[in-house]
């Protein structure tokens, strides 16, 4: 698969990411291999912006199914998000990297607020940007929020690291012979219900033309070799 040079990109860590071979929580060990990804694409040019999720912790839906209100679990949710970018943030600085969290909802004794402008500056600064708190509203999830920014911040490309190396027909970790998709289109995303990301967040980037490309951040340079146009990924674009 040839994939263009991106030089601005999303990079959206799901909460699982995060949590290594455990259950729930923060790895440490395993932020600081993120890190080190992150820090080598960064190495290779690329400006970079993230987005982190909070399913390792604690997600809204779930809190609702349990008797919380949704719209207060959903907070709950977002500030969930906020530790990860705080671990993420810690991580990166570990490998030496300059970086700013920027929260959907203001805390301003933990981070920065989130202005469009400042981050922008961050990036051209070559900071690396923690977006956090999703966006900021209840009923949305991380993807919606990644889109958003991947939008805001004029980024070439949404890059989704989750545990698989792609999409794929059926799910790889049950069925052998499962196809993975080099390419697809949003529309077939939509209309298949692929479940790449939330439909929201599909019809977003597809509205303003982001491709989002799925790929495995587990594997060792795995972020670099997509990126190269080497490793193995779906993209998924109009
Ligand atoms: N959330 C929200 N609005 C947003 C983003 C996130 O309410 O704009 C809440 C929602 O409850 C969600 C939780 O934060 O379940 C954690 O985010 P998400 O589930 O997207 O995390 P991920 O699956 O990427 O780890």
């Known amino acids: 698969m040839t994939l263009p040079r991106f030089n601005r990109i999303l990079l959206k ?3 699982e990411v995060l949590m290594g071979q455990g259950q729930f929580g923060i790895d440490p060990a395993t932020c600081d291999r993120v890190a080190s990804e992150i820090a080598a694409a960064k190495e290779a040019g690329h400006e970079l912006c993230l987005v982190v999720g909070g399913g390792n912790i604690f997600r809204g839906l779930a809190g609702a199914a349990k008797g919380f209100d949704r719209a207060n679990a959903d907070y709950m949710g977002m500030l969930a998000t906020v530790m990860n970018a705080l671990a993420v943030q810690n991580a990166l600085e570990r490998a030496g990297i300059e970086t700013r969290v920027q929260s959907a909802i203001p805390m301003s004794s933990i981070c920065e607020p ?3 402008r400042r981050a922008v ?3 051209e600064k070559g900071r690396i940007v ?14 919606t929020a990644a889109a958003l920014r991947a939008a805001e911040m004029g980024c070439d490309a949404l890059f989704k690291g989750t545990s698989v190396d792609g999409v794929y027909d059926a799910d790889p970790k049950k069925v052998p012979d499962a196809k ?9 995303v939509l209309a298949d219900d692929l479940r790449v990301m939330d439909a ?6 597809r509205d303003n033309n982001i491709p ?3 790929f495995n951040i587990r ?3 795995a972020l670099t070799s997509v990126l190269d146009g080497q490793g193995t990924a779906t993209i998924v674009q109009n």
């Open 200 to 205: 929201s967040a599909v019809a977003l980037c």
């Open 114 to 116: 989130y202005i469009r």
């Open 219 to 221: 594997g060792e340079g």
């Open 13 to 15: 860590l799901s909460g």
């Open 130 to 143: 923690i977006f956090a708190a999703g966006t900021g509203n209840p009923f949305f999830t991380t993807d």
């Open 121 to 123: 500056r961050h990036m």
């Open 212 to 214: 989002i490309v799925v």
């Open 180 to 188: 993975r998709y080099d390419t697809l289109s949003f529309n077939r």
